[in-house]
């Protein structure tokens, strides 16, 4: 079955960096984008980017551009979020999703995460 | 990029009850609109893609409906299983985007 598994809880200062982890398995990892989606405490769901783990090709919103940064390490079928200058709107569960098709503009996401908690605080 | 409003922000409802739900488009979105929901401290659950393709294993009493600009998300007889927040999400444009959700509280 399709599975995909975050890394854990992170604690972070004000203008670090964070990087999350996302394993997937019960799928051809290359076959499908992977999408990046965070919830603040209490808040609604932003989409943060995808990658195309078979061309490393990603895209990411303005919003998000010069410090969020997707990857891929296709040989473990993991995928990784980092996100630069942190603030303390950054605090978050961020989630990792896979589209329900493969394809450049599959959005709805039909897997996901467990979800990675990152805290931004002095 | 596109705005999503629903509405209500909130419902209470009792067990069988029917409940709609509202999205709203800032521009023309055509079916590209899917519903979620989820349950306090869990991932989102894919119900309905493009306005009204009830994904697999997602109960019959689920529907939706729409295009355009105003879609709308019925539970035709809520189960307890069914209170959580709704989202929707437009998958028309890039970025994609959420609504800011629906909370269906119990009654």
């Known amino acids: 079955q399709v599975q995909l598994v975050q890394s854990g809880t992170e604690v972070k200062k004000p203008g670090a960096s964070v990087k999350v982890s996302c394993k997937t398995s019960?799928?051809?990892?290359?076959?499908?984008?992977l999408h990046w989606v965070r919830q603040a405490p209490g808040q609604g769901l932003e989409w943060m980017g995808n990658?195309?783990?078979?061309?490393?090709?990603?895209k990411i919103p303005q919003r998000f551009q010069g410090r969020f940064t997707v990857t891929s390490d296709a040989s473990i079928s993991t995928a990784y979020m980092e996100l630069r200058s942190l603030g303390s709107d950054d605090t978050a569960v961020y989630y990792c999703?896979?589209?329900?098709?493969?394809?450049?503009?599959?959005?709805?996401?039909?897997?996901w995460g467990q979800g990675t908690l990152v805290t931004v605080s002095s | 990029d596109i705005q999503l409003t629903q509405s209500p922000s909130s419902v209470a409802a009792s067990v069988g009850d029917r409940v709609t739900i509202t999205c709203r488009a800032s521009?023309?979105?055509?079916?590209?609109l899917g519903w979620y929901h989820q349950k306090p401290g869990k991932a989102p659950k894919l119900l309905i893609s493009?306005?009204?393709n009830l994904q697999s294993g997602v109960p019959s009493r689920f529907s939706g409906s729409g295009s355009g600009t105003d879609f709308t998300l019925t539970i035709s007889s809520l189960q307890p299983e069914d209170f959580a927040t709704y989202y929707c999400?437009?998958?028309?444009?890039?970025?994609?985007?959420f609504g800011g959700g629906t909370k269906v509280e119990i009654k």
């Open positions: 999703a896979r589209p329900d098709c493969s394809g450049d503009d599959c959005y709805s996401s039909l897997y």
């Open positions: 493009a306005a009204s």
């Open positions: 990658i195309n783990p078979n061309s490393g090709a990603t």
């Open positions: 999400q437009q998958t028309s444009s890039f970025p994609p985007t």
């Open positions: 521009q023309d979105i055509n079916r590209w």
């Open positions: 019960g799928f051809t990892f290359t076959d499908y984008y």
